[in-house]
T-cell receptor, first 113, second 113 residues
Framework: ETGVTQTPRHLVMGMTNKKSLKCEQH?????MYWYKQSAKKPLELMFV???????ENNSVPSRFSPECPNSSHLFLHLHTLQPEDSALYLC????????????FGQGTRLTVV | GENVEQHPSTLSVQEGDSAVIKCTYS??????FPWYKQELGKGPQLIID?????GEKKDQRIAVTLNKTAKHFSLHITETQPEDSAVYFC????????????FGTGTRLQVFP
């Protein structure tokens, strides 16, 4: 248990659906991240939030929309996804956006059909 | 930007033997190098990290070495045990405007009893 909780653990959605992934941390961290993990590829950083402000948007398509309402919660809103978006989506948090330890959640396994 | 390469992609060892995983990075300004272990169904978990002001760090059976001149760093696991079986990721952090972790492609380590 890392202190970072993601829900749901698994999600199957159609290409026309709208869904949201949720991440929660109660570690007192100020930075939160979304990563995409695909088979045989490095973890890809998608978004970075520091003190609820987005500081990095790593050229992610607009069909992925993050939201950080407070420092403990992070959402990833999904709409009109493609099958190639199927992957494990990992949330992480750290004390600050920088070279400090990142704590990862268990991820949401997303399948787009 | 930073590029991290990791080798090998898979590694099989007998219990009790040592395992070595190597990574190279491209950005000479990188100054933080963590290693993460990801077990099946879980998110990555930090196992050891090293900063650019030291050349080696050890924690029980695991150690990490850093060669800044050659821009490579390695993970060493001695006296391997079956529970060491997992996917291991190296990472390096860029130190530009927003520090962000760049991950290697991962090494699947299998320790046979």
């Amino acid at each position: 248990e890392t202190g970072v909780t993601q829900t749901p653990r698994h999600l199957v959605m159609g290409m026309t659906n709208k869904k949201s992934l949720k991440c929660e941390q109660h570690l007192g961290h100020n930075a939160m991240y979304w990563y995409k993990q695909s088979a045989k590829k490095p973890l890809e950083l998608m978004f970075v939030y520091s003190l609820e402000e987005r500081v990095e948007n790593n050229s992610v398509p607009s069909r992925f929309s993050p939201e950080c309402p407070n420092s403990s919660h992070l959402f990833l809103h999904l709409h009109t996804l493609q099958p190639e978006d199927s992957a494990l989506y990992l949330c992480a948090s750290s004390m600050a956006a920088g070279n400090t330890e990142a704590f990862f959640g268990q991820g949401t396994r997303l399948t787009v059909v | 930007g930073e590029n991290v390469e990791q080798h090998p992609s898979t590694l099989s060892v007998q219990e009790g033997d040592s395992a070595v995983i190597k990574c190279t990075y491209s950005d000479s300004a990188s100054n933080y190098f963590p290693w993460y272990k990801q077990e099946l169904g879980k998110g990555p978990q930090l196992i050891i990290d090293i900063r650019s002001n030291v050349g080696e760090k050890k924690d029980q059976r695991i150690a990490v070495t850093l060669n800044k001149t050659a821009k490579h760093f390695s993970l060493h696991i001695t006296e391997t045990q079956p529970e060491d079986s997992a996917v291991y990721f190296c990472a390096a952090i860029t130190s530009y405007n927003t520090d962000k972790l760049i991950f290697g492609t991962g090494t699947r380590l299998q320790v046979f009893p």
